[in-house]
């Protein structure tokens, strides 16, 4: 059985009553590539969509655009993804006519058929039938004793640095983590001229044969990413596999002064730098996902919770369904075509007349395309496992919520005293996860540290609950005449 099969919620959620000749109201979270194909499904059927951005442009993370101004050739931001990125804009560029674009604009809370969302700290309030949620994915980090000094960066934040911005983040930058993004930024810094003085990875060199397996459903990808590993070695980088993070030396004036690892032959390794960027692979945004109450369930492949969808892209929820990386992480091909079928999915079930047609001709090709990507998938997450054994001999010293500098051995002792063996619990009593980023950067590190003090498997400490808003609101401070 694939595991697109295996994910099905049961029976579809009935479609949304529509009052007669009324058009459906649509609305889109995200312009990254789901979001852009599922705008243009939508436009191709007749209607208008709303596309709500919190970016300035379209594009994602993955082809964030360029500021005005910047002249930089698609070739020198994208690399072999130069044609799918000058595609995907050129597309959206069509599209805008056609659709009710607000760019600049946070989506932070989902009640019964309305989407809550503010620009410039002005609130409103998108009434929906069909709501698609394309909110992307975040770096997936762990703790690492002294990443809370200045210079630590996420790879993702590192990689905007350099596109939104033509910076690096440090004269001399150690990349530590593990999955395909550590060796892209890594090489998408080299090519600009920065000065990278060493790629660490977690994650073992040999690779098991689930891995390999995996990995064969896209061979041209894979042999794309030995080539970055390779380029990166031509260019005179350092690059380690099968390491084990030790520290990240710095203090509070200078910040960031260099990283030392443990090789997988027990030899302690120290780079000096002034910058690290940080990230294992990818976690899906579910924040949105999970206020609109859809059903979630635990994969034990990459040790997270994520929403669960049928084969084409329906939640648990009514009327509202998921596309691209913030479901499960297919990568930006995979992304278009789930944006693409979500959104025909919620036109069937709107029994919009153009777009069931469409999906009753396209879907099953879409289904089967997502269902190769997903082996890819499933590869990658064997080749790049999430290091939690990393994360459960974290010494009590260590930082493990940068927002709200809980440590370790301050969520330990919320186990060991308090009786917390519920991640929800243990964010109550410590603070974990209640900063600025919501748990997105803490949130897994946090569990597997409860589950490693408790003796349970992760998954029986749950999944930090998310709350409106996802992410800090502008206020509007205006005073209010009487």
Not at 39 to 61: H, I, K, Y
Not at 93 to 115: C, Q
Not at 205 to 225: N, Q, Y
């Amino acid at each position: 059985m694939s595991t697109l099969a295996a994910r099905a919620p049961g029976r579809p959620a009935p479609s949304p009553d529509l009052a007669p000749d009324a058009a459906p109201r649509i609305v889109i979270v995200g312009a990254g590539p789901a979001g852009v194909r599922a705008a243009q499904a939508v436009v191709s059927a007749g209607l208008r969509p709303t596309v709500v951005d919190e970016g300035q442009r379209d594009g994602g993370q993955i082809y964030r655009r360029q500021p005005d101004g910047f002249q930089r050739p698609y070739a020198k931001l994208y690399g072999a993804e130069a044609s799918k990125a000058e595609s995907l804009h050129k597309d959206f560029a069509a599209l805008r006519a056609h659709i009710d674009y607000r760019p600049d604009t946070l989506a932070w809370n989902v009640t019964a058929g309305e989407l809550h969302v503010v620009r410039a700290g002005e609130p409103d309030t998108l009434p929906y039938d069909a709501l698609l949620l394309c909110p992307g994915a975040t770096d997936r980090l762990m703790p690492v004793p002294g990443w809370q000094h200045a210079g630590c960066y996420s790879l993702g934040g590192a990689q905007i640095a350099l596109k939104a911005q033509a910076c690096a983040i440090g004269s001399q930058v150690v990349f530590l983590g593990s999955g395909p993004l550590l060796y892209l930024v890594a090489s998408q810094y080299v090519q600009a001229g920065a000065r990278v003085a060493a790629v660490l990875d977690t994650a073992p060199t040999v690779k098991s044969w689930k891995a390999l397996s995996g990995m064969l459903a896209r061979p041209l990808l894979a042999l794309r990413g030995l080539g970055l590993i390779r380029s990166l070695r031509a260019a005179g980088v350092p690059v380690l596999q099968g390491v084990t993070p030790l520290n990240i030396e710095g203090d509070s004036v200078r910040g960031v002064q260099a990283a030392t690892v443990r090789t997988d032959r027990g030899l302690e390794r120290r780079f000096e730098c002034d910058a690290v960027g940080l990230g294992w692979h990818l976690r899906a945004e579910t924040q949105l996902a999970d206020l609109a109450r859809c059903d979630f369930y635990f994969e034990p492949i990459t040790r997270q919770w994520l929403p669960r969808i049928d084969a084409d892209g329906r939640s648990s929820t009514r009327g509202v369904y998921l596309a691209g990386d913030g479901t499960r992480i297919l990568g930006a091909d995979g992304a278009e075509a789930a944006g693409r079928l979500a959104a025909l999915a919620a036109l069937a079930d709107l029994h919009h007349a153009a777009g069931k047609a469409a999906h009753l001709q396209q879907a099953p090709a879409l289904r089967g395309q997502l269902a190769r990507l997903d082996r890819f998938r499933q590869g990658l997450a064997h080749a790049f496992p999430w290091p939690h054994a990393q994360a459960a001999a974290l010494p009590d010293t260590a930082v493990v919520c940068r927002c709200e500098s809980v440590t370790v051995g301050e969520l330990r002792r919320c186990v060991t005293e308090l009786d917390s063996q519920e991640l929800n619990r243990a964010k109550a009593f410590s603070r974990v996860g209640m900063g600025r980023c919501q748990g997105r950067f803490c949130g897994h590190a946090a569990a597997e540290i409860v589950a490693q003090a408790c003796g349970i498997p992760v998954e029986q400490v749950g999944r930090m609950r998310s709350q409106a808003p996802v992410k800090p609101l502008m206020m509007n401070t205006r005073e209010v005449q009487p």
